[in-house]
């Protein structure tokens, strides 16, 4: 792909001459770069035919770089999920891309901080359990800050819970094909 801005101006008398020529303005560009690489195609390759060094396609940042042309609607609906995620429609689309390429399960920023923070509340969790290894010999007031813990663990628990399956519902939705817009 080769982009370059002009002028609406600009853009409107190329078109108009690509329409002389019965081509649409990519179609005339796409002729005129060609016909500039067939002039001058040779001078531009080093010896052997190969690009200069440092002018590779394969290097980093042109290889990696891709436009796509989304079909009608699938944009604004890209843009809709990504900003419920928390994200840029152009992060959102790459990792999308990521985890289907890779097979892998990649979650967002937000979610995998989302995810962290359940599990520190568990660990927290786990340090009031180990409460429950005290003897059996507690004192009134013991018992009662015992009560207290039970139900604070209880909440939290539960608090975790909800975030963890809010996450997992989000997700699964997420890559289920057409099931996103219709029940996220």
């Known amino acids: 792909m080769i982009a370059t801005r002009v ?59 891709l436009t796509l042309r989304l079909r009608k609607g699938d944009r604004a609906l890209a843009a809709e999920r990504a900003r419920v995620r928390g994200m840029k429609t152009g992060s959102y689309l790459a990792l999308l891309i990521h985890n289907h390429v890779h097979d892998a399960a990649v979650l967002p920023p937000n979610e995998l901080d989302q995810i962290k923070v359940t599990g520190a509340r568990l660990a927290a969790l786990g340090r009031q359990l180990r409460m429950f290894g005290m003897p059996n010999t507690l004192s009134e007031s013991v018992a009662s800050d015992l009560g207290e813990a039970i139900a604070s663990v209880r909440r939290e628990v539960e608090v975790a819970r909800e975030a963890t399956a809010a996450v997992v519902r989000r997700n699964l939705i997420s890559w289920e094909t057409g099931a996103g817009s219709r029940h996220a």
């Open 7 to 65: 002028s609406p101006e600009t853009r409107a008398r190329f078109a108009a001459l690509a329409a002389r020529h019965h081509l649409s303005a990519s179609s005339l560009l796409a002729k005129m770069v060609d016909e500039v690489l067939k002039t001058n195609g040779e001078s531009w390759l080093g010896s052997g035919g190969q690009w200069p060094a440092g002018e590779s396609e394969n290097r980093p940042g042109v290889a990696d770089r």
